[in-house]
């Protein structure tokens, strides 16, 4: 498994943003039975940055606190039988693994929310983290029931690792 991780934002973590992608993707992904090593890459920026990001590609001009853009496309969430089909589009040839797509995450917006929902950054960034994971791995949120699955997954996923709200 491998993840890419650049910070362009002018703030920091007290934790390390690879190591807990890792940690979260590797979660994912065993929830999702998947069956291969995978790869994401993740960007931190600022509320700017994801601005003009959500503008240029989902031609919505509001800041947000992350963009998940997939490289895969599900018939069913989740179900990874049919990707080996298009090998050439889904398959690093280098690494040989599965790439699942990119993240984009507001740094400002990890902040404000971890106040405002009370909780610590590293669980504001690592719920984030698995939200998106999740959209790459098939899943949205468009209708209720759909949320009600991903929202379950999260937690699982967060409480699994340990990351709770405090």
Do not use: W
């Not at 362009?8 to 940690?23: C, G, H, I, Y």
């Not at 699955?149 to 709770?164: H, W």
């Amino acid at each position: 498994m491998t993840s890419y991780v650049e910070n362009e934002a002018a703030q920091s973590f007290a934790f390390d943003e690879e190591e807990l992608l890792s940690r979260v993707m590797e979660a994912v992904l065993d929830a999702e039975n998947c069956p291969y090593e995978a790869t994401v890459n993740l960007l931190v920026t600022d509320g700017a940055g994801i601005r003009e990001y959500n503008k240029n590609f989902r031609k919505t001009d509001a800041e947000t606190d992350v963009l998940s853009f997939p490289n895969l496309d599900f018939e069913k969430p989740g179900d990874f039988s049919d990707v080996e089909k298009n090998e050439a589009d889904c398959f690093d040839p280098d690494s040989g693994e599965l790439v699942l797509g990119d993240i984009i995450l507001n740094a400002a917006r990890v902040k404000s929310q971890a106040k405002e929902y009370g909780h610590s950054e590293l669980r504001e960034f690592a719920f984030l983290l698995a939200h998106s994971l999740f959209h790459l791995c098939g899943y949205d949120h468009m209708e209720k029931a759909e949320a009600a699955v991903m929202e379950e997954k999260q937690e699982a996923v967060l409480f699994s690792l340990g990351i709770t709200r405090e």
